[in-house]
Structure formats: C-alpha cells, structure tokens
C-alpha cells in the first residue's frame, strides 16, 4: 500500500518536472514578479532579459502607469537602459491585473510595526500576494518568496495561504521556496548576477527547478539549495551579522569618548591586527534591512536572541547620543543655527528609510534648535520637514555643521569646511588632523 502510493507520487512528480524544466531550457516559461520596487522590478527586467516571458505586477496604478509609459521610478544605475531592453525584446509587460502564470515570485516590502512595545515583522503585504496569487495558481506551480521574512513564513504562512485560499495541496499540487534577495543598492543589476544565492526549498522538486530558473541569470554567482527554515535564516543572520559589528564599532566610539581618546585611530590601529576587522562607527545604521530584519529574529526568539536586541539598542541608541554631543557644543544655546550634512542612511544614495541623519535633525529640532540640512542626493528644498540647502549655503549660514556621512559631493569640498566649527562623526577630519602613521 505505501509502496503503491510512492509510485504514484513519484510519476505524478516525475510528470510535472520535466515539463517545467524543458520549459526553463526553452524559454517557454511564464514569470510574474509581484511588487516592482528595488528588488522586484530589477528582477523582472532580469529574467526578461535572460529571455522569459515576465509580468511585473503592481498593485500600485502609478507605478504601473509610469513603467507603461517607458519609465522607471527607482534610481538606480543602468536600470532605465536595462529596462527598455526589456520592454524591446516584448518579454516584459507592467501590469496591475494578475494572471495565470508557472512561476509567481514575490518581491514585497516587510517593514516592521510596533506592537505592545515590540517591533514585529508586518507581513500584511506578503499576506494579501499569497491571496492574491490562490486565484489564479494551478496544479504544477511554483510560488517564490523573495521578500526578507521572520522564520517559519514561506511555507508555515505563505504555503498555508494559498493551501486554505486555493484548495491546491501544498508539495501535491504546488511547490514554494524561500530565494531571500541579497543585493546593495546602487550595485543591483550587476549583484543579481554575480552575488550566489541560498534557495530553501519546501520539497526536492521545488529546489530543482528554483535553482534551474535562478542559474539562468548567473555571472559568477552560485545556488546553495537548503530547507526554507534555513535560508529565512540564513538572510535575517547577513544583515545582524553586519549590525552587530556596527554595534560595536558604535559602542567603542562612545567609551572612546569617554576616555578622551579618538575612536577612528583606536579602530585603525586594532584592525592591524591579522584577525581583527572593526567597522567604522557612525550616525546610527539605517536602512530598510539591518535596522529592520534583526529584529525579526527578537521576534521568535525573545529569550535566546539577547546579543542581537543589544546590538539593535546600541545602534539605534547613537543618535540620541550625538543630539548630546551637539546639544553640548552648541552650549544649548537655541538660537545658534545647526547645519547637518548628509541626511540619507548611507553614503551617496537617496534613500531616507530608517535615516539616523534624519533622525538627528527631526531631534533637533524638536527641541527648538535652527536646524538645517544639506542632503545633495535629494532635489527638494525640504526634506521631511528639514529645510534642505546647498552645500555652500549651509557653510555660510551655520554655526555648527555635524558631518554625518562621507558623501563623494562632501569629500571633494571638504575644504570649505576648513574654518568652521565641525562635529566630524565619521571621523574624516579629526583623523586627517592627528595623521595616524600608515594612513
Ligand atoms: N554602516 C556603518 N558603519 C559601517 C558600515 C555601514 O555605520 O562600517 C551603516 C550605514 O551608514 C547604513 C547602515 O549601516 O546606515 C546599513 O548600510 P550597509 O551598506 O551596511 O547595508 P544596506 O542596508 O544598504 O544593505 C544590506 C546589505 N547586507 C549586507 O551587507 C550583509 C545588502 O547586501 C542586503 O541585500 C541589504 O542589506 C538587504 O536588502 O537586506
């Protein structure tokens, strides 16, 4: 009786495989990528340029509307080029109506939401694509999650979505893996084919032909197959890995400043050590990904995951303490006028998600100081309620300038700084100053 039924499952599997695989050689196979934001929308434009028939689907009318009309909404670099190679080639179509299709790969935001004092994942958008997606999945088709999860989504609340919406069996009738993107602003097209990637598969079927499809947009990079519980993991730990080293680097700039000593030389001079490799401390750490996804593990593990709350703490302690240190140059005097350089997360981009600068500034001036910015990646004269100036103005017309982040535009102009008051965060003037041998 057990014998029967394993040969029926395995010609019942062995019937679908071959088809979807010959459909991956040959081309024939259908993609919908859902949400075309920084990782889904690149997606799409990849897998069409590799020559698939994609959809790229938004709920977002907008967005939709914008790509119709031959346009990209993100900047990134070369993605309008590659884009419109896509739209040209006829295998990439902006839609905001789902369809039937053998792939469903879903690339939506997971922010998190305060919830009694506890940051904890919002899943409501990987939610409403599983709904969405139980409408139109067939018998034999494979649903990729790609957006960034707490352990035990992919098949424990996606899977079951589409099981209890669409009355397919999950592993019977259709297949889910886990393929978490693992790419860095600003270098997106270029390390979705030469970063490797980690494919948490729920069963063996799924894992062949995730790993078949994703090597067909690969450079360099490689497919590591796993379970899905790893690979949720596995992304959630690259990101608090990082944020715990900055953490640390952040602790240390604040004991330095205690002992009177400048953290920058401490940290060059340990990480002349062989084994030791110290990040640069900063304004805090923003971002939509380490600020948000260590405390997705919190989330689960509230007891074990102690390290890791500390580090998230810590990092996003570091701008109440500059306020501090700025609140105490300026000699709590309000009426002086705070110039903060750099307001996006990090180096030369625009992005203000989770931005420790910002938060700065939006503290500042909470509390009645004259703040203003000076973000040269953001064309707007005000930033989240942050008057924003040209570099040369806000030279001018402050009396502190608080450099938060080593932009190119700030690099090339640090003369212009020369004499004014300056709180260097990132340790760029001070440590040219004391001129650490080596540097
Ligand atoms: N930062 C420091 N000191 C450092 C390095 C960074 O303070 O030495 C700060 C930055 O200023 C920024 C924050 O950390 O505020 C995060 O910047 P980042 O460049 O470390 O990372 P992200 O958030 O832009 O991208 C990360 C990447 N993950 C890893 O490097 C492990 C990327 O590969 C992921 O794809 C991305 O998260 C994501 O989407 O998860």
Request: proline share 4%.
């Amino acid at each position: 009786m057990k014998i029967k039924s394993n040969v029926k499952l395995y010609f019942s599997i062995h019937e679908r495989r071959e088809p979807m695989l010959d459909k991956i050689n040959n081309r024939k196979l259908s993609i919908t990528v859902i949400g075309m934001g920084y990782i889904g929308l690149p997606t799409a434009i990849t897998f069409a340029n590799a020559g698939f028939s994609v959809k790229g689907f938004d709920i977002n009318n907008e967005v939709i509307k914008m790509l119709k009309n031959g346009k990209v909404h993100i900047v990134e670099p070369d993605l309008q080029e590659a884009f419109e190679e896509a739209i040209n080639l006829g295998n990439l179509v902006p839609t905001n109506e789902l369809d039937k299709s053998d792939v469903f790969i879903i690339c939506v935001p997971t922010p998190f939401k305060e919830n009694e004092n506890k940051k904890i994942a919002d899943l409501s958008y990987v939610e409403s694509a599983a709904k969405m997606i139980s409408e139109y999945i067939e018998k034999g088709n494979l649903v990729i999650l790609e957006s960034t999860v707490p352990p035990m989504t992919t098949e424990e609340i996606m899977g079951k979505i589409i099981e209890e919406n669409s009355g397919l069996k999950l592993n019977e009738d259709f297949y889910v893996a886990h393929c978490p993107e693992r790419v860095l602003p600003g270098k997106i097209l270029y390390e979705l084919r030469n970063n490797d990637r980690i494919i948490g598969a729920s069963n063996n079927y799924s894992a062949e032909v995730t790993k078949k499809l994703y090597e067909t947009i690969l450079d360099k990079g490689k497919v590591y197959i796993t379970g899905t519980r790893t690979a949720e993991m596995c992304k959630l730990v690259e990101n608090t890995y990082r944020d715990i080293n900055i953490a640390f680097a952040n602790e240390l700039s604040i004991i330095a400043d205690k002992m009177d000593i400048n953290v920058f030389e401490l940290i060059e001079l340990a990480n002349k050590h062989p084994r030791v490799n110290i990040l640069k401390p900063g304004a805090g750490v923003g971002g939509h990904c380490l600020a948000v996804d260590p405390w997705f593990i919190v989330e689960k593990f509230p007891q074990e995951a102690r390290l890791i709350k500390t580090a998230r703490e810590i990092n996003d302690f570091k701008p109440e303490w500059i306020v501090k240190k700025i609140e105490e140059e300026a000699e709590h005097d309000k009426s002086k006028v705070i110039g903060i350089l750099g307001l996006s997360y990090k180096p030369n981009i625009d992005d203000l998600r989770e931005s420790p600068s910002l938060k700065i500034a939006k503290i500042l001036k909470s509390k009645g100081y004259n703040v203003l910015g000076c973000e040269p990646y953001i064309e707007k004269k005000e930033v989240d309620s942050i008057e924003n100036l040209p570099l040369n103005e806000i030279v001018e017309k402050a009396d502190l300038l608080v450099l938060t982040l080593a932009h190119n535009q700030f690099m090339e102009k640090l003369e212009m700084l020369k004499n004014k008051k300056v709180l260097d965060i990132i340790g760029i003037i001070e440590f040219e100053n004391i001129g650490v041998e080596g540097k």
